[in-house]
C-alpha cells in the first residue's frame, strides 16, 4: 500500500510517499512568500533536487503534488494521511475523514489556533485533488489521552476547566514511534518497558512511556509548557503574567507571543538554534554557557521525576535534531544520573550511527538504564498508522463476557507461610472461569494509613509474587495511591499492610489492575485481536448506562477462556449487574469520549 503523507503549516508543506515502511520520496515547499519558496525533493536514494518553486501559499504547494509525484511515475497512491496537531480529548486514535470529522476538528480550532487551521486546510485541498482515495487524520496528542487525571488536571476553578482547561501533551506520533524503535533496538516486548523519550528539536518535549501507553508528558495544554526550546519558553511560573502587566504594562496577547516566539534559547543567546549556541559557548560566550546548562538542567529534572511517576525506569531515548545530533547536549542531560543507575557511555555517545532508522545503544557497561539514540520518523509513523487503519479486517462481532473482579490478593508461598503461618496451605474453594484458577476459602486484611479493608478474597495458585488488587475507591479507603498496572508488573508499586490469622507483613505489589481481556490463539484470531495490543470494548450496562472501555489489554494464553476484567468501579461507572457481553469496537476510529 502506498500512502502519501502531509504536514501542512501555515510558512510550509512537508510530504512523503511511502511503500509499506519505505519511504520512496520527500519533499518540502519551506517559507511561502510572496513570489514563491524553497524547494527540496528526495528519493530512496537521496537529493534529488534543491531550488526555488513558485508556489506562495500552501493552496499553491499541495496543488503542485500530483505534478511531481507525476513526474517521476509515483502517482499511483492507494491513501492520504494527515498530521493533525490537536485532537482534543474526541479523538483517541487516527479517523478517516468525512465531513462529520472534518467539522469536529474545525471545533478544536481554539485549543490549537496556531496550527490545526493550515493542517485542516491541507486536509481539505487534499480531498478535493483525490475525492476517491481514503484520507485520514493522525493526531499529536492520541498517544497522551492515556494519561491519568492527575497528570492532566490543572488546579484551578472549575469554571475554568469546564471551559477546556486541561494538559494535553503534544510530539505524540514521535514519542509513540521511537518509544516503539527503542523497544525494537533492545528486543523487549514495549509493554514490559518504562520508557523515557526526550525528544529535542526546535519544540521539545519529555513523555513517560510506562509498558507502552503514554502516562505524563512535558508540553501541557500548549506546547508552551516543560522545556526550555528554540523560541519557547517551557516551564514558567503563570504569576509572571501580572507582574509583567503591572510592570511593563504588557497585555496577555503581547506576552503569549514572546513566549511562543522571542523566549527560549532565542531569548538567552540571540539565536534559537542549538549549533549555533553551542559553537558560542565553546568560544566563552557565558549567555550561551548558561542556556547550555539551563536547557540540560531542565531535561534532567524531567528525567527524574518521570522515573519517579512510573516507579523506574528502563530505558531513556533521545531524538530530534539536538537529541539526535548533539553528543554534548546528550552527556550533559545524563551526567549526575548515576543515582538512578543511568550511566553514558563516552565513547559510544560520541557519534551514534544512526543510518536507515538505526537506533543504537550508547549506556555505560552496568548501566541499569539503556539510553538509545534514534531518528524520529513522524511520517512513517502516520503511514503505519493510515495503513493499520485502512488494512484492519473488519471483525465479525463476537461477544466477550465481562468478569468483574473485587479486591483480592495473590499470595507467594512465603506470604502464605507468613500469614497463617509455617506449612499452612490455603483450602481450594469456588473455581473461576480461568481453569486451574480457584478462590480460597481463607481471607485476609488490608490495611493502610487511612484505614481497613477486611475479609479480601485469596485467588489460587500461589505465585512467585504476591500481588494485591484493589479498586481506585479502595486505594482511597486504604489511602494509599495504587497505580494502574498490569497483572505482574510490580516494580516500584507501593507497600500495604497484610494481616492474617498468624501474622502480618508489609509488601509491595498494590495496583489497580489495568483491564484486559484473556483469550485463546483460536479465538483471537476469529476476532482479529493480537496478544498485547489496546483495543475499545463496548459494553451496555443496565439503565441504558453503556460506556466503551479504551485501552483494553488483549492477553492471548493457550487454554484460557475468553474473558473480559474490569474491577468494581469501572462496573459501576457502566452500569454493570450480573452477566454482560462486551462488544469488540471494529475498528481503529475516533471514539467521541463523554
Ligand atoms: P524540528 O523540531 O523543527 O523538526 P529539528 O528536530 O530539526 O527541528 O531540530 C532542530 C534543532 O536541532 C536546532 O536547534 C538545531 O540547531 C539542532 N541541531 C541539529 N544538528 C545539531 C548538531 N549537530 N548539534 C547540535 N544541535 C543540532
Same mark, same amino acid.
Given at each position: 500500500?502506498?500512502?502519501?503523507? #502531509?504536514?501542512?503549516?501555515?510558512?510550509?508543506?512537508?510530504?512523503?510517499? #511511502?511503500?509499506?515502511?519505505?519511504?520512496?520520496?520527500?519533499?518540502?515547499?519551506?517559507?511561502?512568500?510572496?513570489?514563491?519558496?524553497?524547494?527540496?525533493?528526495?528519493?530512496?536514494?537521496?537529493?534529488?533536487?534543491?531550488?526555488?518553486?513558485?508556489?506562495?501559499?500552501?493552496?499553491?504547494?499541495?496543488?503542485?503534488?500530483?505534478?511531481?509525484?507525476?513526474?517521476?511515475?509515483?502517482?499511483?497512491?492507494?491513501?492520504?494521511?494527515?498530521?493533525?496537531?490537536?485532537?482534543?480529548?474526541?479523538?483517541?486514535?487516527?479517523?478517516?475523514?468525512?465531513?462529520?470529522?472534518?467539522?469536529?476538528?474545525?471545533?478544536?480550532?481554539?485549543?490549537?489556533?496556531?496550527?490545526?487551521?493550515?493542517?485542516?486546510?491541507?486536509?481539505?485541498?487534499?480531498?478535493?485533488?483525490?475525492?476517491?482515495?481514503?484520507?485520514?487524520?493522525?493526531?499529536?496528542?492520541?498517544?497522551?489521552?492515556?494519561?491519568?487525571?492527575?497528570?492532566?488536571?490543572?488546579?484551578?476553578?472549575?469554571?475554568?476547566?469546564?471551559?477546556?482547561?486541561?494538559?494535553?501533551?503534544?510530539?505524540?506520533?514521535?514519542?509513540?514511534?521511537?518509544?516503539?524503535?527503542?523497544?525494537?533496538?533492545?528486543?523487549?516486548?514495549?509493554?514490559?518497558?518504562?520508557?523515557?523519550?526526550?525528544?529535542?528539536?526546535?519544540?521539545?518535549?519529555?513523555?513517560?512511556?510506562?509498558?507502552?501507553?503514554?502516562?505524563?508528558?512535558?508540553?501541557?495544554?500548549?506546547?508552551?509548557?516543560?522545556?526550555?526550546?528554540?523560541?519557547?519558553?517551557?516551564?514558567?511560573?503563570?504569576?509572571?503574567?501580572? #507582574?509583567?502587566?503591572?510592570?511593563?504594562?504588557?497585555?496577555?496577547?503581547?506576552?503569549?507571543?514572546?513566549?511562543?516566539?522571542?523566549?527560549?534559547?532565542?531569548?538567552?543567546?540571540?539565536?534559537?538554534?542549538?549549533?549555533?549556541?553551542?559553537?558560542?559557548?565553546?568560544?566563552?560566550?557565558?549567555?550561551?554557557?548558561?542556556?547550555?546548562?539551563?536547557?540540560?538542567?531542565?531535561?534532567?529534572?524531567?528525567?527524574?521525576?518521570?522515573?519517579?511517576?512510573?516507579?523506574?525506569?528502563?530505558?531513556?531515548? #533521545?531524538?530530534?535534531?539536538?537529541?539526535?545530533?548533539?553528543?554534548?547536549?546528550?552527556?550533559?542531560?545524563?551526567?549526575?544520573?548515576?543515582?538512578?543507575?543511568?550511566?553514558?557511555?563516552?565513547?559510544?555517545?560520541?557519534?551514534?550511527?544512526?543510518?536507515?532508522?538505526?537506533?543504537?545503544?550508547?549506556?555505560?557497561?552496568?548501566?541499569?538504564?539503556?539510553?538509545?539514540?534514534?531518528?524520529?520518523?513522524?511520517?512513517?509513523?502516520?503511514?503505519?498508522?493510515?495503513?493499520?487503519?485502512?488494512?484492519?479486517?473488519?471483525?465479525?462481532?463476537?461477544?466477550?463476557?465481562?468478569?468483574?473482579?473485587?479486591?483480592?490478593?495473590h499470595l507467594s508461598e512465603?506470604?502464605v507461610?507468613?500469614?497463617?503461618?509455617?506449612?499452612?496451605r490455603l483450602?481450594e474453594?469456588?473455581?473461576l472461569?480461568q481453569p486451574g484458577n480457584w478462590v480460597a476459602?481463607?481471607?485476609?486484611?488490608?490495611?493502610?494509613?487511612?484505614?481497613?479493608?477486611?475479609?479480601?478474597?485469596i485467588l489460587g495458585p500461589l505465585r512467585p509474587?504476591?500481588?494485591?488488587?484493589?479498586?481506585?475507591?479502595?486505594?482511597?479507603?486504604?489511602?494509599?495511591?495504587?497505580?494502574?498496572?498490569?497483572?505482574?508488573?510490580?516494580?516500584?508499586?507501593?507497600?500495604?499492610?497484610?494481616?492474617?490469622?498468624?501474622?502480618?507483613?508489609?509488601?509491595?505489589?498494590?495496583?489497580?489492575?489495568?483491564?484486559?481481556?484473556?483469550?485463546?490463539?483460536?479465538?483471537?484470531?476469529?476476532?482479529?485481536?493480537?496478544?498485547?495490543?489496546?483495543?475499545?470494548?463496548?459494553?451496555?450496562?443496565?439503565?441504558?448506562?453503556?460506556?466503551?472501555?479504551?485501552?483494553?489489554?488483549?492477553?492471548?494464553?493457550?487454554?484460557?477462556?475468553?474473558?473480559?476484567?474490569?474491577?468494581?468501579?469501572?462496573?459501576?461507572?457502566?452500569?454493570?449487574?450480573?452477566?454482560?457481553?462486551?462488544?469488540?469496537?471494529?475498528?481503529?476510529?475516533?471514539?467521541?469520549?463523554?
Amino acid at each position: 500500500m502506498r500512502v502519501l503523507v #502531509f504536514n501542512a503549516g501555515s510558512s510550509s508543506l512537508k510530504f512523503g510517499l #511511502f511503500e509499506g515502511d519505505r519511504q520512496i520520496f520527500k519533499g518540502s515547499f519551506d517559507r511561502f512568500r510572496e513570489g514563491g519558496c524553497d524547494l527540496s525533493f528526495e528519493g530512496a536514494e537521496g537529493p534529488l533536487e534543491q531550488g526555488r518553486a513558485p508556489h506562495a501559499d500552501l493552496a499553491a504547494a499541495i496543488a503542485a503534488v500530483p505534478g511531481v509525484l507525476a513526474e517521476r511515475g509515483l502517482d499511483a497512491i492507494d491513501a492520504v494521511g494527515h498530521r493533525l496537531a490537536h485532537g482534543g480529548t474526541e479523538f483517541t486514535g487516527p479517523a478517516r475523514i468525512d465531513d462529520a470529522v472534518i467539522a469536529r476538528i474545525e471545533a478544536l480550532t481554539p485549543l490549537a489556533p496556531l496550527h490545526n487551521p493550515a493542517m485542516l486546510e491541507g486536509l481539505r485541498l487534499a480531498s478535493r485533488i483525490w475525492p476517491d482515495l481514503p484520507q485520514v487524520a493522525v493526531f499529536d496528542t492520541s498517544f497522551h489521552l492515556t494519561n491519568p487525571a492527575r497528570a492532566t488536571t490543572y488546579a484551578v476553578p472549575p469554571a475554568w476547566r469546564d471551559a477546556g482547561l486541561r494538559r494535553f501533551g503534544f510530539h505524540g506520533t514521535s514519542h509513540k514511534y521511537v518509544a516503539q524503535r527503542a523497544a525494537e533496538a533492545l528486543g523487549q516486548p514495549l509493554s514490559d518497558l518504562r520508557i523515557i523519550s526526550v525528544h529535542l528539536g526546535n519544540g521539545a518535549s519529555a513523555c513517560a512511556v510506562q509498558y507502552g501507553a503514554s502516562i505524563d508528558s512535558s508540553m501541557g495544554m500548549t506546547p508552551l509548557e516543560g522545556l526550555v526550546m528554540g523560541t519557547r519558553s517551557g516551564d514558567i511560573d503563570p504569576g509572571a503574567f501580572g #507582574f509583567l502587566q503591572r510592570h511593563l504594562g504588557l497585555g496577555v496577547a503581547a506576552i503569549e507571543a514572546a513566549l511562543y516566539s522571542d523566549s527560549g534559547l532565542k531569548a538567552l543567546t540571540g539565536s534559537p538554534d542549538m549549533r549555533d549556541v553551542e559553537d558560542r559557548a565553546a568560544q566563552g560566550d557565558a549567555e550561551a554557557q548558561l542556556a547550555i546548562n539551563l536547557y540540560a538542567y531542565r531535561v534532567r529534572k524531567y528525567l527524574g521525576s518521570y522515573a519517579a511517576a512510573m516507579g523506574g525506569v528502563d530505558a531513556v531515548v #533521545f531524538t530530534g535534531g539536538i537529541g539526535q545530533n548533539s553528543a554534548s547536549m546528550r552527556r550533559r542531560i545524563c551526567d549526575g544520573l548515576s543515582f538512578m543507575g543511568l550511566m553514558l557511555d563516552d565513547d559510544r555517545n560520541r557519534a551514534p550511527d544512526l543510518s536507515d532508522r538505526a537506533a543504537p545503544q550508547i549506556q555505560a557497561q552496568g548501566s541499569r538504564v539503556a539510553i538509545v539514540v534514534t531518528e524520529t520518523a513522524e511520517q512513517l509513523m502516520i503511514a503505519r498508522e493510515v495503513r493499520a487503519m485502512l488494512q484492519r479486517p473488519a471483525l465479525a462481532p463476537r461477544p466477550v463476557p465481562v468478569a468483574v473482579s473485587g479486591r483480592h490478593v495473590h499470595l507467594s508461598e512465603a506470604s502464605v507461610q507468613a500469614l497463617f503461618g509455617p506449612n499452612y496451605r490455603l483450602t481450594e474453594g469456588a473455581p473461576l472461569r480461568q481453569p486451574g484458577n480457584w478462590v480460597a476459602e481463607e481471607r485476609v486484611t488490608l490495611e493502610g494509613p487511612k484505614g481497613r479493608l477486611e475479609r479480601v478474597a485469596i485467588l489460587g495458585p500461589l505465585r512467585p509474587r504476591t500481588q494485591i488488587e484493589v479498586s481506585r475507591t479502595d486505594s482511597f479507603a486504604l489511602g494509599i495511591d495504587a497505580p494502574v498496572r498490569n497483572s505482574g508488573q510490580l516494580e516500584g508499586t507501593p507497600k500495604v499492610r497484610l494481616i492474617g490469622p498468624a501474622g502480618t507483613i508489609e509488601t509491595d505489589g498494590l495496583i489497580v489492575a489495568a483491564r484486559h481481556i484473556h483469550t485463546n490463539p483460536a479465538e483471537a484470531e476469529a476476532m482479529g485481536l493480537s496478544d498485547g495490543e489496546m483495543v475499545e470494548i463496548e459494553v451496555q450496562g443496565a439503565d441504558g448506562r453503556g460506556l466503551v472501555f479504551s485501552h483494553t489489554l488483549v492477553r492471548v494464553v493457550p487454554g484460557t477462556v475468553t474473558e473480559m476484567h474490569i474491577d468494581t468501579d469501572e462496573a459501576n461507572a457502566a452500569g454493570i449487574s450480573g452477566h454482560v457481553d462486551g462488544a469488540v469496537v471494529p475498528h481503529v476510529q475516533a471514539v467521541p469520549r463523554a
